[in-house]
């Protein structure tokens, strides 16, 4: 039987502290207006402020995902450049990198043709996988997603706001391909609707169990518009596909205090320097 943490109220492992630097920095990303910013019709993943979650985000990953600028990333998901704009700033320009894939061909382009000309190690790819809502005629179906990098290619691996648009046996593939790309010591990023029994579901969503299997959603005629995962499940397939998992932390969709909206897991692979440790 594999020993899983228990979702906890109080963040696990502590924070890495940042200081008035990064403050700074995302206070300025969410105010400087040379920024790259999509047109906002053309912002079609997701909802909110597009300066603002990617932000925060940037905050989180460098707090809570240990992030360092010399660190290579991969954005599965990464659709109108949400995460990457924030990384430009913050990602070092010759040591560091930036890898995003994305099933819809209006984000990938406007990322290709305005970020990577300034940006050349931030790079961007379609695949074009099958999904009912955001790429319904796409040739790759989700079980067979494999992504064109060798192992251990990448030092960060993030899925934000994509575990929650996946069925369950879509998401054990994803964790997979995680795995296989993270380097010793690399770290797994995921967002997740993770039900554990205790909540399921505050604010504008309520889950439903999907049939009798681990999966869950909030919306009838689109179930994978805001998908719920079994937090057992979950955590026993991101230790099965090959990370250890550090902790799963509960994000405030459920009703309470948090930093973020959505749970966070964060999941190691084995093998690297303690947490923390530098380059």
């Given at each position: 039987m594999t020993a899983l943490r228990q979702i906890a109220p109080e963040p696990v492992p502590a924070e890495v502290s940042a200081g008035p630097e990064?403050?700074?920095?995302?206070?300025?990303?969410?105010?400087?207006?040379?920024?790259?910013?999509?047109?906002?019709?053309?912002?079609?993943?997701?909802?909110?402020?597009?300066?603002?979650?990617?932000?925060?985000?940037?905050?989180?990953?460098?707090?809570?995902?240990?992030?360092?600028?010399?660190?290579?990333?991969?954005?599965?998901?990464?659709?109108?450049?949400?995460?990457?704009?924030?990384?430009?700033?913050?990602?070092?320009?010759?040591?560091?990198?930036?890898?995003?894939?994305?099933?819809?061909?209006?984000?990938?382009?406007?990322?290709?043709?305005?970020?990577?000309?300034?940006?050349?190690?931030?790079?961007?790819?379609?695949?074009?996988?099958?999904?009912?809502?955001?790429?319904?005629?796409?040739?790759?179906?989700?079980?067979?997603?494999?992504?064109?990098?060798?192992?251990?290619?990448?030092?960060?691996?993030?899925?934000?706001?994509?575990?929650?648009?996946?069925?369950?046996?879509?998401?054990?593939?994803?964790?997979?391909?995680?795995?296989?790309?993270?380097?010793?010591?690399?770290?797994?990023?995921?967002?997740?609707?993770?039900?554990?029994?205790?909540?399921?579901?505050?604010?504008?969503?309520?889950?439903?169990?999907?049939?009798?299997?681990?999966?869950?959603?909030?919306?009838?005629?689109?179930?994978?518009?805001?998908?719920?995962?079994?937090?057992?499940?979950?955590?026993?397939?991101?230790?099965?596909?090959?990370?250890?998992?550090?902790?799963?932390?509960?994000?405030?969709?459920?009703?309470?205090?948090?930093?973020?909206?959505?749970?966070?897991?964060?999941?190691?692979?084995?093998?690297?320097?303690?947490?923390?440790?530098?380059?």
């Amino acid at each position: 039987m594999t020993a899983l943490r228990q979702i906890a109220p109080e963040p696990v492992p502590a924070e890495v502290s940042a200081g008035p630097e990064l403050d700074w920095l995302m206070a300025s990303l969410q105010s400087n207006r040379f920024m790259p910013h999509p047109p906002p019709d053309s912002i079609f993943v997701g909802d909110g402020d597009y300066r603002a979650i990617g932000a925060e985000f940037l905050g989180h990953f460098i707090r809570i995902g240990r992030l360092k600028p010399h660190e290579r990333v991969f954005d599965i998901g990464c659709g109108i450049g949400r995460m990457a704009v924030p990384l430009t700033q913050y990602l070092d320009l010759e040591r560091g990198s930036y890898d995003g894939v994305d099933p819809v061909m209006e984000g990938i382009l406007w990322c290709a043709q305005t970020i990577t000309p300034a940006y050349p190690r931030f790079r961007f790819q379609r695949l074009d996988i099958a999904h009912p809502l955001y790429n319904p005629q796409g040739s790759l179906p989700g079980l067979e997603v494999r992504f064109g990098f060798a192992n251990g290619s990448f030092d960060f691996v993030t899925m934000t706001s994509v575990a929650t648009h996946l069925p369950p046996e879509e998401l054990v593939v994803y964790l997979q391909e995680a795995a296989r790309l993270l380097a010793p010591g690399g770290r797994l990023f995921l967002t997740a609707f993770a039900i554990d029994g205790t909540s399921t579901g505050q604010e504008r969503l309520s889950f439903k169990r999907w049939q009798d299997g681990p999966g869950w959603y909030a919306i009838d005629e689109a179930p994978l518009a805001a998908a719920g995962i079994d937090s057992r499940f979950l955590l026993e397939q991101a230790t099965q596909a090959g990370v250890t998992v550090e902790a799963l932390r509960p994000g405030h969709w459920r009703g309470i205090s948090a930093a973020h909206y959505q749970d966070l897991l964060i999941a190691t692979k084995p093998g690297g320097k303690a947490p923390g440790g530098t380059a």
